[in-house]
């Protein structure tokens, strides 16, 4: 089974901290994802990567950094923490997929609640 | 602007009979389609996917529909089981790179399901 682990599934920090989210993948996926969820509007793409040291925004990447040294483990960092980032925060994982037919599923771990004062 | 939406925020059957969920999309790029089943304080679970080419695919009680010339998508769960209350995503993958697939998933707003005794 693939196994998606977020380091921490409760976090409470202050506003202007710098905040660090860690998610590792066991099964050796070239892709890695951070989402955010918020009620009434599912989940929210903040940044991905498809390759070690490589980085895409997402829909939401304003405020937030990623960091990809390894290929199993994928950074979330909140530059300074602010209130509307309090949120659910979801990493997933999925395998490089070849063309229509090469489509994999992205795997996610348990989720970070974080929580900004 | 709410690529793929999910207008029913809640629906509850009863125990035996099917649950039929439903999806719409606007973007006719889309080439992937999944759904994702989320219980409280846990990530997103892989239930079922779709390709474009595919109208239909089937894995034991979970069966997804795709309508492509109506943007539709939908999930049918029979019998329904107390066990599938939940909260059920729609998602759908956007091809970003030439004819390489990452994985990128845009996802609905979820809808609640109750399965009553």
């Known amino acids: 089974d693939v196994k998606v682990t977020q380091s921490s599934r409760y976090l409470v920090k202050r506003t202007g901290e710098k905040v660090f989210l860690e998610c590792v993948q066991d099964m050796d996926h070239e892709n890695m994802f951070w989402y955010r969820q918020d009620p009434g509007l599912g989940l929210r793409l903040i940044y991905f990567?498809?390759?070690?040291?490589m980085k895409e925004k997402g829909d939401i990447p304003e405020g937030y950094s990623v960091s990809r040294e390894k290929k199993e483990r994928f950074s979330l960092i909140l530059e300074s923490a602010s209130t509307n980032q309090t949120s659910m925060y979801l990493c997933?994982?999925?395998?490089w997929g070849q063309g229509i037919l090469g489509n994999q599923p992205q795997h996610f771990g348990d989720g970070t609640r974080l929580s900004i004062l | 602007d709410q690529q793929v939406k999910q207008n029913s925020p809640s629906l509850s059957v009863q125990e035996g009979r099917i649950s039929i969920l439903n999806c719409d999309y606007t973007?006719?790029?889309?080439?992937?389609f999944l759904w994702y089943k989320k219980y409280p304080a846990e990530g997103p679970t892989f239930l079922i996917s779709?390709?474009?080419?595919?109208d239909k695919n089937e894995d034991g009680r979970f069966t997804v529909f795709l309508n492509k010339s109506a943007k539709h998508l939908s999930l049918h769960i029979v019998p329904s089981q107390p066990g599938d209350s939940a909260v059920y995503f729609c998602?759908?993958?956007?091809?970003?790179?030439?004819?390489?697939?990452?994985?990128?998933?845009?996802f609905g707003q979820g809808t609640t399901l109750q399965v009553k005794p």
């Open positions: 997933a994982s999925s395998l």
């Open positions: 973007n006719s790029m889309f080439d992937y």
């Open positions: 779709i390709s474009s080419i595919k």
């Open positions: 990567s498809y390759d070690v040291k």
């Open positions: 998602a759908a993958s956007l091809m970003l790179r030439g004819s390489s697939n990452t994985g990128k998933l845009i």
